[in-house]
């Protein structure tokens, strides 16, 4: 089968589609035919070896696992003896390892039936983007009806769903993005749009419950001068220092005050991926793909959403049924 490997961190030129062999399941796994598969910020950062100290869990040197990808779509070819959910010929998705392939293994935990009349596409681009929102927002920022909500970095991946989120979830969402992205954020369900290119939210007379940081570039402490008493910052994706200043600083500034800034790393549930999978199906969200790509042009994928500004979600496409429901 072709996969997407990688032997040493680097620019996309160290990705390679290569023939290995296809993967076995173990006893609590699937194999998975793939259909489609989406592009996460983790994964040019797994490419890149960044920031620096994830090494120690990712390899030193060189990675530990040469694989990419972890966003799946496709039909179940094979089950592990202790598999009870499903069968093969299931069409799921959810998580797995190395999902830039023609096939791959997934835990059952990890994975949920795809609705019919989602694409799989549609499907690929919900897990770790997804998920992310819907844990930050509702778990992390435990966001109520008629709050305030500032989304920062409303046009990229996680920020895509994070507005339609907020907004399913009750919120009244601000979204910070360009100006050129503003229409897409209105019709995804925001209130007001700050261009960032000429206004820092951070500065404004205008005070926020929760601040949702998909983009984080601000200074933690502006972001808490931003909130409103008891207000709450959840942060999702960063830089290295501003996810720094998250770890060390956030339980500090938690405890000094009513305001709390928390980080959300998404845990991927069934549970959770079956109601985004259900929201979509029922049209109250909508998966954003700017791109598709073919499993021969990961690397062109992972070039652009290193560039820091795609718009939704980045689709590597597997087979020719892809789009297919």
């Avoid at 680097?10 to 990705?15: T, Y």
């Avoid at 019919?116 to 992310?132: C, K």
């Avoid at 996810?243 to 790393?265: A, E, T």
Wanted: a positive charge; one cysteine or more; aromatic letters at 6%.
């Amino acid at each position: 089968m072709k996969a997407a490997v990688y032997d040493r961190y680097g620019s996309p030129d160290v990705v390679e589609i290569r023939e290995i062999e296809k993967p076995v399941p173990e006893d609590d796994e699937v194999l998975v035919e793939i259909r489609a598969a989406s592009v996460n910020t983790l994964d040019w950062r797994m490419m890149r070896g960044t920031p620096f100290f994830a090494r120690a869990i990712v390899g030193w040197r060189k990675p530990k696992s040469n694989r990419l990808g972890s966003d799946v779509a496709g039909r179940i070819e094979s089950v592990g003896r202790n598999v009870t959910r499903f069968k093969p010929g299931d069409e799921v998705f959810g998580v797995c390892r190395g999902a830039f392939a023609e096939y791959a293994c997934a835990a059952e935990g990890k994975l949920a039936t795809k609705p019919a009349g989602v694409s799989f596409e549609q499907a690929a681009a919900l897990p770790v983007a997804g998920t992310t929102a819907l844990q930050g927002l509702r778990d992390r920022g435990r966001l109520r009806a008629g709050e305030q909500v500032a989304v920062d970095g409303a046009s990229g991946g996680v920020g895509t769903f994070a507005v339609q989120i907020a907004r399913f979830l009750g919120g009244e969402v601000t979204a910070i993005c360009r100006a050129r992205n503003g229409e897409a954020a209105a019709s995804m369900g925001a209130a007001r749009v700050v261009d960032y290119t000429r206004e820092d939210f951070t500065r404004e007379r205008h005070r926020y419950d929760l601040i949702f940081g998909a983009n984080a570039h601000h200074s933690i402490f502006h972001y808490r001068r931003a909130l409103r008493e008891n207000g709450r910052y959840v942060m999702a994706g960063a830089g290295g220092l501003e996810m720094l200043q998250g770890i060390l600083l956030g339980p500090v500034l938690s405890r000094i005050g009513s305001r709390k800034m928390r980080i959300v790393m998404a845990k991927i549930e069934a549970k959770d991926l079956a109601l985004l999978g259900q929201l979509v199906a029922e049209g109250k969200i909508v998966p954003s793909i700017e791109r598709r790509y073919p499993l021969s042009g990961v690397r062109d994928a992972l070039a652009y959403i290193e560039e820091g500004h795609a718009r939704g979600k980045i689709a590597i496409t597997v087979g020719g049924d892809a789009v297919k429901g």
